[in-house]
């Protein structure tokens, strides 16, 4: 799935930006940390687990969480680097730019997206 979003937006962002390798990593890596905030919700709604906060000022918790996150799409897109060649293998003869592709790949970014902000603001109904 991951390999999958990673092309989409490489093929995406090839004519419009001068490295798509980097386009495709950072929105991979972005996919991944939407995932995760997304499991992290259910976990919270179902077993009251409190949210990770370094101190009650938002800006302060912005500010020290910014280096792991920064880091963290970093590392994807060292990841996706290394393993362009055998991703752009595996999709050699596939149309991938098509709209039902984009479907998917947009959906995978925002149903887990705001699924989690529904579930992290209001909880079940």
Request: charged fraction near 15%; proline fraction near 5%.
């Amino acid at each position: 799935m991951y390999k999958f979003i990673y092309y989409y937006y490489f093929k995406l962002s090839e004519r419009r930006f001068a490295d798509p390798r980097f386009q495709g990593g950072i929105l991979t890596g972005l996919a991944v940390l939407i995932h995760l905030a997304f499991i992290f919700s259910i976990a919270k709604l179902l077993f009251d687990i409190p949210p990770l906060v370094f101190s009650k000022r938002y800006y302060f918790n912005k500010l020290l969480l910014m280096p792991f996150a920064l880091l963290w799409l970093y590392l994807f897109n060292l990841f996706f680097k290394k393993q362009h060649k055998f991703i752009e293998k595996f999709y050699n003869n596939k149309k991938i730019l098509t709209i039902k592709n984009g479907m998917v790949a947009f959906s995978l970014l925002l149903i887990p997206l705001i699924l989690s902000i529904i579930l992290s603001i209001k909880g079940v109904p």
